[in-house]
């Protein structure tokens, strides 16, 4: 298949999907031969992305075909219908040429066993083409049109302008993602794609933000797609490398957390009240509080540093505790100072005791000394807590009371106002405390506390 063929191919596929001649497999395989005709990234990073400005046909056929609105029938629909090959035979030797194996490729984010396989290999190429001119836009600044290339799709740079970004217009473009981004394997694609154009038009992002609590997009995939690659963590093998890219935990986590941060792009408002909001925390908060576990443990946290903290800043927005934030996190020994103080002086932090009338304070866990149960029922419970149970948080908070000792401990959970947050950073660097123990007990303290702060929200009269 010549370049020429291929380009056309996929064009055409994408502007009439429902065509006569409509075939994954011949898109697929143009494709494929579009992909090798584009110079590598990883070995000249800018004649790859000019090669790509150069087809400028082939991108505005692609997100012309992302932001196509149809109902999720018909998306579905769409999918089968290009899934079956509907290529005549009446010329065999160019049918052989189109559907040649030699242009195929493997993509390891896309799996064999899922459905419309061949569609999705293709366009996540063609999104990864896409992320290419997109990143490398000015924030809030589109192509200089050419004078002298008419109106024609082939000579005018993508994108020139917002109705060249999103042909279909600004809601149903929206729309058009949302049916992609429900897909339960690849939607994390649909994701970073859409967070790129959200960073480009902040406009995109207040479409999304404004649209109803259901709305998939906004929170419901996002949360589905993270949740995936949780899964995937708790049943990880021997062996299992976290920054692998075929693993379906790494891409997942880093382009879903990106999303989710560049829709504050829209503005701190419309995103406060979305994120802020009763549907982000029965839909987010349990997915988030989950994460920032996972992200917290040793091997993990280098590697991720970037979504952890993004996590904790969402989290703070969601439970309205700027406290939570990102700057807190900074300073691993604050964080903890504040949360051992919190826990000391709160009630019971079994996560789903409900407050008691009257309760201030119930009784210390005997081991850790600082952790407070109305009784031996919500200790019970709080220790076989099945997403943050007290039994792994509780031998590292003894073992720090007991380095520190009883003098700087008594300091610190008695809330004692001499005693700063100063004075607890110079003692456990005085006493050369791990500080990977330090953010440790904070995380997981600061995760309980939100836990059950999220629980009685959804359960007090």
């Known amino acids: 298949?010549?370049?020429?063929?291929?380009?056309?191919?996929?064009?055409?596929?994408?502007?009439?999907?429902?065509?006569?001649?409509?075939?994954?497999?011949?898109?697929?395989?143009?494709?494929?031969?579009?992909?090798?005709?584009?110079?590598?990234?990883?070995?000249?990073?800018?004649?790859?992305?000019?090669?790509?400005?150069?087809?400028?046909?082939?991108?505005?056929?692609?997100?012309?075909?992302?932001?196509?609105?149809?109902?999720?029938?018909?998306?579905?629909?769409?999918?089968?219908?290009?899934?079956?090959?509907?290529?005549?035979?009446?010329?065999?030797?160019?049918?052989?040429?189109?559907?040649?194996?030699?242009?195929?490729?493997?993509?390891?984010r896309i799996s064999p066993t899922h459905k419309g396989f061949m569609m999705h290999l293709g366009i996540a190429f063609l999104i990864d083409c896409l992320m290419s001119i997109l990143t490398n836009l000015t924030h809030g600044k589109f192509r200089q049109e050419k004078k002298d290339g008419g109106n024609s799709s082939m000579k005018q740079p993508w994108p020139h302008g917002i109705d060249d970004l999103l042909p279909n217009g600004l809601a149903h473009s929206v729309d058009g993602f949302d049916l992609w981004a429900a897909n339960a394997h690849c939607g994390y694609l649909f994701l970073r794609l859409a967070g790129s154009i959200a960073h480009a038009y902040p406009a995109f992002a207040v479409e999304i933000m404004s649209r109803s609590p259901n709305f998939h997009l906004g929170l419901h995939c996002p949360a589905q797609q993270l949740s995936a690659a949780m899964d995937l963590y708790d049943q990880r093998p021997a062996g299992w490398n976290p920054t692998a890219i075929d693993s379906g935990f790494m891409l997942p986590l880093i382009y879903t957390v990106n999303f989710l941060g560049l829709l504050s792009s829209g503005g701190i408002n419309p995103y406060a009240a979305m994120m802020g909001g009763t549907s982000a925390k029965q839909i987010l908060l349990p997915v988030l509080l989950r994460g920032i576990s996972i992200l917290s443990l040793p091997g993990l946290e280098t590697h991720f540093a970037g979504e952890f903290k993004e996590m904790w800043r969402m989290l703070a927005v969601i439970n309205h505790r700027p406290q939570d934030g990102y700057d807190c996190l900074e300073d691993p020994l604050e964080e903890c100072f504040n949360a051992l103080r919190i826990a000391r002086r709160g009630g019971c932090l079994n996560i789903t005791c409900l407050a008691k009338a009257g309760m201030v304070q119930g009784r210390c866990c005997g081991n850790c000394d600082l952790i407070r149960f109305c009784d031996k029922k919500c200790q019970t419970e709080a220790w076989r807590d099945r997403s943050f149970p007290h039994k792994a948080v509780c031998a590292k908070i003894k073992s720090l009371r007991e380095t520190l000792g009883p003098k700087v401990w008594g300091n610190v959970v008695t809330t004692n106002p001499r005693f700063t947050v100063e004075d607890f950073k110079k003692a456990c660097r005085g006493k050369r405390i791990d500080l990977k123990l330090v953010k440790e007990v904070g995380i997981l303290v600061t995760c309980v506390q939100s836990s059950q702060m999220y629980y009685r929200s959804l359960n007090s009269s």
């Open 1 to 108: 298949m010549t370049l020429q063929t291929a380009v056309e191919t996929m064009v055409s596929t994408m502007q009439n999907p429902m065509g006569p001649e409509s075939c994954a497999l011949k898109f697929f395989c143009a494709v494929g031969r579009f992909r090798q005709a584009t110079p590598k990234p990883v070995k000249n990073q800018a004649q790859s992305r000019k090669f790509l400005e150069s087809y400028p046909d082939v991108m505005r056929a692609t997100i012309s075909f992302l932001t196509r609105k149809q109902s999720s029938a018909d998306h579905a629909s769409m999918i089968e219908h290009l899934d079956r090959c509907h290529c005549g035979d009446s010329d065999p030797e160019a049918r052989g040429s189109q559907h040649s194996v030699t242009q195929a490729f493997t993509d390891p």
